[in-house]
């Protein structure tokens, strides 16, 4: 499943270029499918394990291999989607890194406006340079956007 999953995202890295054809998805849906089936298989029939305190109350206890593929199988349309959406959240948790490490700095932000501030400046010259403009042309012509977020801060 792991090699199937990094094939998947570099798949879903190369769809942005060009699309995906529909027979490799159609193949790629069938393994996914197989390898599901066969680690649900192995893990019905390992034995059970220990229940902990009432074993009549709730439901039986299960290996963590065992819930996650149920996951798997269960929101096979979130996993499968179409290879276009990036695979991987990584852009957005980069957005919010450097609050974060502004904050291991200097322990914290010293007012809510400044946290506001900082945010508002950190998204603009993110987005600036993920739309691959200047970052510094983005602050000396601000967008209306930019001036509507200063002002409500």
Not at 34 to 45: M, N, P
Not at 118 to 146: C, E, H, M, Y
Request: net charge positive; charged share 25%.
């Amino acid at each position: 499943m792991t090699r199937l999953l990094r094939l998947a995202c570099h798949a879903a890295n190369r769809a942005r270029a060009s699309p995906v054809r529909p027979s490799f998805v159609a193949v790629f849906t069938a393994r996914y499918r197989r390898i599901v089936a066969e680690g649900l298989a192995f893990h019905q029939a390992q034995p059970p394990l220990d229940p902990r305190g009432n074993p009549k109350r709730g439901r039986p206890k299960r290996r963590t291999g065992h819930n996650l593929l149920i996951r798997l199988r269960d929101h096979e349309d979130a996993v499968l989607r179409d290879p276009a959406v990036p695979f991987t959240n990584n852009v957005a948790e980069q957005g919010g890194r450097m609050a974060k490490v502004k904050m291991k700095i200097s322990g914290c932000f010293r007012t809510i406006e400044g946290a506001r501030m900082f945010v508002i400046l950190r998204g603009t010259a993110d987005t600036a340079r993920k739309q691959g403009w200047n970052i510094l042309d983005a602050f000396k012509t601000p967008s209306a956007i930019l001036v509507a977020r200063l002002k409500a801060a």
